[in-house]
């Protein structure tokens, strides 16, 4: 992370085109936020007025957001794109390198979060399942709710399968897909 706070507001600005230009899609304000101070020591309220700013002028969209509608969604306009590619380089090169560096990791991390789904149910009083998912970036690869019984093998099944969905998933299409013997 880069030490030294950063409080030019047009410098905050060019670090937000250059990270969303990065990002290359729609983020939320908390992934925005998060990529950007995270490498870079920047107030927050310079960075939301730097934001509001950017929007203001029309090199950023603002959207609500897909699911959450109090989490606005953020993306480069073509104004945007163009003043991004003429102030990069106004950009201390060991900023843009720290955001570079750190875009990619991060997108895993939060794919990963998603692609994994697992949660206690509660069919009745006494009575609970276990709804089961993996997900990759476009499509569901498997959906399975177990039903458990009581609350403490419920929750152990949520448990076991985030812990080892990846052999889980593969013993499964083993198993279906194996050729029966006559």
Partial sequence: ?????????????????FTLAKADRRITHSQLTCLTLDRCNINFTNFQI??????????????SGDFDENMPIYSLTEKGIEANGFFEKSIPV????????????FFEAESLKRSVKAELVQLNDKEYCADLGLFDSRSSLLELTVYGGDRKTAAAMVRNFKKNHEKIYNTIMKLLSEEQES
């Fill in 94 to 105: 060991y900023i843009r390198e720290q955001i570079s560096e750190h875009i990619k990791p």
């Fill in 50 to 63: 730097a934001l509001d700013n950017l929007v203001g002028i029309g090199y950023i969209e603002k959207s």
């Fill in 1 to 17: 992370m880069y030490m030294r706070e950063i409080d030019d507001p047009v410098t905050i600005q060019y670090i937000i085109l």
